[in-house]
């Protein structure tokens, strides 16, 4: 039987200089001929494949030319280091709370600064009103606005929307900082600073790679689209409607959508996250009557509620951290082997961690048992108590209601709904069969949803080629166990791929005191989002070439 196959080449310099000389694709011809003249080979075989020389020198040419590009590339950033760190020092020192009222202005002053900087390379920049909010205390405060931003219209190449946030935590230099938390102070190779990876310095990165290109002037490799927010800490005020309202405009022809706002696993070896957990909480209410009462008069002799509360809370989780919830476990899914081998190579220190964390020991003894169970499978912690006395000394009362406060970190493929269900269901259950007279109201006042990506699909195939440019060596493929509510809101909005890249050390300490990136992280995160855009362009014209050639054939 005859067999026609048809390979596509990629022009790796396509999107450096003189990019307006794109090569058109000819309709393939069924010959059996080979022309170097094409970028396509036609070859009729049987029974098995055979390279073409032309096809192989080609492709190593076209490898050359884009290690060449990268090495210029590369350079460019080495050499423009200060200048990079001098900008994050600048961005450093705004106090850019999104917490603390009183320090509003100084966000709104940041988001001017983050439009000013993405207008100087020529970005067309929206800054979006979001109104306003009332706080607790009444006080209304206007939202700061949100930049949309886009650089790039070229048709042929990919759009891609890199997410940022440029608001910081709260810090003082007498909670504990070494240096002045707004001043970005070197100290043996570490940048420390507020916002230094939490999230300024990814930002910055990701637009020094862009005005690398443009310093250069080589072409750009893709179509940039920017949403930089400054609420990210505080709840991200207003952003998921924007979101809908933008989704059939400025999110219409976005291709890819990339998050650096999270750290690696390890504080040497780069990473690539791909799924965080949700987090559905609950409050669970015991109230006996109106007032306090007196131990002494009253104790013995009423249904108390801290006891109900207790018993309830206790029945949650076993000595072995699993839950005790019926059901809660049937719609977890299931471990493939292809996942399980992403554990194997994941650069973990069981014994730094646990020093790390000041614990004695863990709930289990392998790398691989703590990783599952801390990014894939379902855990439960009990947060505090509401009412009980907690002031130092002793008050012999018994509180008339008190609230027990704890979460779930749900993972696919469980139902807010339905693990609220089972929640409610349990508790009743166990507050039955102790006969109290109390009044028992369980509610879930939030509930986040979990976020997973395919690590297949083609942004973090890209991703992983740009890190092995970069770094020499392949990626952890890793999970976060917290919640991510921005990845899961963008995918579920847009249905566009969305992959999180970061570039922090897992030692950076985000919201704590003594926040750092190192300078080595900052420069080679630059580099590696430079080589992302080249390696995303490639991917994805591949891709749509050879889907070009499947139709015609």
Not at 449 to 456: E, G, I, S, Y
Not at 540 to 545: F, G, N, Y
């Amino acid at each position: 039987m005859t067999k026609t196959y048809v390979s596509c080449l990629y022009l790796s310099r396509s999107f450096a200089r003189n990019q307006d000389k794109k090569r058109k694709i000819p309709a393939p011809q069924h010959t059996s001929s080979v022309k170097a003249s094409s970028p396509f080979v036609i070859l009729t075989l049987k029974d098995s494949i055979h390279f073409s020389p032309v096809l192989l020198s080609e492709a190593a040419m076209s490898r050359s030319s884009s290690s060449a590009l990268e090495m210029e590339i590369f350079q460019y950033i080495d050499a423009h280091q200060s200048d990079f760190i001098k900008d994050l020092k600048e961005w450093v020192a705004v106090e850019s709370d999104s917490v603390q009222p009183h320090l509003r202005k100084e966000v709104m002053r940041m988001m001017a600064l983050a439009a000013d900087r993405l207008a100087a390379l020529g970005a067309t920049v929206h800054l979006v009103n979001l109104g306003s909010h009332q706080l607790p205390d009444g006080q209304v405060l206007p939202l700061p606005s949100v930049i949309l931003g886009e650089l790039g219209k070229d048709p042929q190449n990919p759009t891609v929307c890199f997410y940022g946030h440029v608001d910081v935590q709260p810090a003082k230099k007498e909670d504990g900082w070494n240096s002045d938390p707004y001043t970005l102070t070197e100290i043996d190779g570490n940048l420390y600073g507020r916002g230094a990876t939490d999230n300024k310095g990814p930002v910055l990165a990701w637009i020094n790679a862009v005005e690398t290109f443009r310093a250069l002037k080589l072409a750009m490799p893709v179509n940039f689209k920017f949403v930089i927010e400054g609420m990210e800490e505080a709840g991200s005020l207003g952003l998921e409607k924007l979101l809908e309202e933008e989704n059939q405009s400025f999110f219409s022809d976005v291709d890819y959508i990339v998050i650096s706002d999270n750290l690696w696993l390890s504080n040497k070896k780069p990473a690539l996250t791909y799924g965080s957990r949700g987090n559905a909480c609950f409050f669970v209410e015991v109230e006996c009557g109106s007032k306090d009462l007196h131990s002494g008069t009253f104790g013995g002799i009423v249904h108390e509620p801290l006891l109900d509360l207790i018993a309830l809370l206790d029945s949650l989780v076993d000595s072995t951290g699993r839950i005790q919830i019926p059901g809660i476990y049937d719609s977890v899914a299931a471990l493939t082997e292809e996942e399980r081998k992403l554990y194997e190579s994941i650069e973990f220190d069981l014994e730094e961690h646990r020093i790390n964390c000041g614990v004695k020991k863990f709930l289990y003894g392998t790398k691989e048992e703590i990783l599952l169970h801390l990014w894939r499978y379902p855990s439960l912690s009990v947060h505090g108590i509401e009412g009980a006395f907690h002031e130092p000394g002793i008050k012999t009362v018994i509180p008339a209601k008190v609230i027990g406060k704890f979460s779930i970190r749900q993972v696919p493929h469980m139902d807010l709904s339905v693990v609220k269900q089972q929640v409610v269901e349990h508790l009743e259950g166990v507050f039955s069969k102790r006969n109290s007279p109390n009044k028992l109201k369980v509610s879930m006042p939030l509930g986040a949803k979990p976020w997973l990506a395919d690590v297949n699909d083609l942004l973090y195939k890209a991703a992983r080629r740009a890190i092995k440019t970069v770094f020499g060596e392949d990626p952890d493929f890793i999970r976060d166990g917290s919640t991510v509510p921005i990845a899961r809101m963008f995918q579920t909005i847009t249905q566009k791929s969305v992959m999180m890249l970061p570039i922090g050390a897992a030692d950076d300490g985000e919201h704590s005191q003594n926040e750092k990136i190192s300078r080595h992280n900052y420069i080679e995160g630059t580099k590696l989002f430079a080589a992302f855009f080249l390696e995303i362009s490639k991917l994805h014209q591949t891709l749509h070439e050879t889907s070009h050639i499947e139709t015609i054939n």
